[in-house]
């Protein structure tokens, strides 16, 4: 019967492991993920002030 227990606490250390190396994982893809949010929300600024500039004014 105390083999079952000590199956079970290495089953679910192995599950709790697996979790964690998946979190760890998703969470370095969504840093990547912001980086490039952030590349491509700044390059969206920079064009539409030139796009800004490029307009002629209407005063």
Do not use: C, F, Y
Not at 6 to 15: D, K, S
Not at 32 to 50: P, Q
């Amino acid at each position: 019967m105390s083999w079952m227990l000590v199956a079970a606490v290495l089953l679910a250390t192995a599950g709790l492991l697996v979790l964690g190396g998946l979190a760890i994982r998703l969470w370095l893809d969504v840093r990547a993920l912001a980086k490039g949010v952030d590349t491509a929300s700044r390059a969206l600024a920079v064009a539409a002030e030139d796009l800004a500039a490029a307009v002629p004014s209407r005063a």
